[in-house]
């Protein structure tokens, strides 16, 4: 196997003679000896450069999905670009305002938002709510007639594209838990009863297909759905949530954000629909900015079998292998360019066979104990689905840039284990 793709890294990455790995200046096999490992590194600027990519593409209506990595150095950055931000729970919301984003700047999203969350939205001030159900329409009801407090929400429509991507990151098909379905008179319906409640600005509509979406063609035809099933109601906002797919191993390719903009836009006016669109990327933003560094714990050769590599880390700080199949490459900081002639699965040190990083991995050949191995393209949906399952400490994320690595998540302790044990 040749040797890792460059596209594969982050935009600020660069290979000394001797094959060194830095990213943004930054001494990658330096930082695991500084900061230990598994260690999330970012490249800040590349995060930057696709949050401006993204506000150049869609006219500035653009908002951060935090679930795909957030923390409050994460917040504060997007907010500095000039990004809203998404939140999906009372939790993301916490994060966003303790990072100082002001309410309106934030979406509140969910499926099954609770009356305490919808409330410390409403105190929160944020700028839309995106409703999911007729029980959430309940709640707001109820709070309005509390706090008196009228926010301008956005219904989540269905719109019945299947969008070629994992069943379980697949939500614009009928059979789903998210939102009010078009095909049935459901989401009509919905409409219907926002324009007359007293409780609710109704402003828009909202539609989000999948994640790790390749096909440009699937979110032409939720545009053509929604913004027809729109036009009627007038109403003049419009949003079309995340989902841009990005290459994760060599080989795949995936259409950059101006070009999810453009087949958005052109799809947009062959619909004759000119309202301004909004969108809400996560892991096109995020995904192909961090890299995550292990050391090698074990190399156990199994003659006939296979060679299985274990690292520091796991399905506790990658969990996309093991949920989704997914595909990850592999490569050691030290031998970057160097050939991938052995092949190997990658696994944690969890107490699961199910529990590995590469299902089907090169190394080079010398790769040995005490090595500091590689995963690309593990920004988005990597720390921020982690766990501490068999409580093995969540990892120390860092931002570097220019030279300098700050640390802005810590790396968990034997303590904070203990921490909500009475
Ligand atoms: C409503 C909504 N918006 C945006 C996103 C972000 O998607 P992605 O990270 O694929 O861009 C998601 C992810 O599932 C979502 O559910």
């Known amino acids: 196997m040749s040797a890792l793709p460059r596209s594969l890294l982050p935009d600020n990455a660069s290979v000394d003679d001797t094959g060194r790995l830095a990213i943004a200046g930054c001494d990658t096999l330096e930082l695991a000896r500084q900061f230990g490992t598994p260690l999330f590194v970012y490249d800040e600027d590349h995060i930057r450069e696709r949050c401006r990519q993204a506000q150049a593409a869609f006219a500035g209506s653009v908002a951060y999905a935090a679930k795909a990595f957030l923390c409050l150095a994460m917040a504060r950055l997007v907010h500095e670009e000039g990004l809203d931000l998404d939140v999906a729970t009372g939790g993301e919301l916490h994060v966003a305002t303790a990072a100082g984003v002001p309410g309106e700047r934030l979406v509140m999203h969910g499926n099954n938002k609770s009356t305490p969350e919808l409330a410390a939205a409403l105190d929160a001030g944020v700028g839309r709510i995106v409703v999911d159900s007729f029980d959430e329409l309940d ?12 926010p301008q929400v956005l219904l989540r429509i269905t719109p019945g594209v299947e969008a070629h991507t994992h069943e379980y990151v697949t939500t614009g098909v009928d059979d789903t838990k998210f939102g009010f379905t078009a095909s049935t008179g459901v989401a009509d319906a919905a409409i219907r009863r926002a324009e007359q409640a007293r409780s609710v600005e109704l402003v828009g509509l909202h539609a989000h297909i999948g994640s790790q979406v390749f096909e440009l063609a699937s979110f032409q035809r939720a545009v053509e759905v929604i913004a027809g099933f729109a036009r009627p109601y007038g109403l003049p906002e419009l949003s079309l949530g995340g989902g841009l797919g990005v290459a994760y191993v060599a080989g795949e390719s995936a259409p950059s954000i101006a070009e999810w903009a453009t087949a958005i836009t052109e799809a947009c006016a062959a619909t004759g629909f000119d309202a301004p669109v909004s969108v ?11 890299v995550t560094l292990y050391e090698v714990g074990t190399v156990k050769e199994l003659a006939g079998i296979r060679t299985y590599v274990a690292v520091d880390g796991g399905m506790s700080d990658n969990p996309r292998p093991v949920l989704y199949g997914s595909g990850y490459e592999t490569f050691l900081p030290r031998a970057t360019d160097g050939e991938r002639d052995r ?4 696994v944690g040190k969890h107490c699961e066979s199910g529990d590995l990083l590469v299902r089907e991995g090169w190394v080079p050949n010398d790769i040995r104990v005490g090595d500091i191995l590689a995963t690309p393209v593990t920004g988005a949906y990597g720390h921020s689905m982690g766990s501490n399952y068999n409580k093995v400490l969540r990892p120390a994320v860092v931002f570097a840039q220019g030279g300098d690595a700050r640390l802005v998540v810590r790396r968990e302790t034997y303590d904070d284990l203990l921490r909500n044990d009475l």
């Open 139 to 150: 709640r707001l009801d109820s709070l309005y007639s509390v706090t008196g407090i009228r």
């Open 343 to 346: 092949a190997v699965r990658v």
């Open 280 to 290: 809400e990327p996560g892991r096109s933003l995020v995904a192909a900015a961090a």
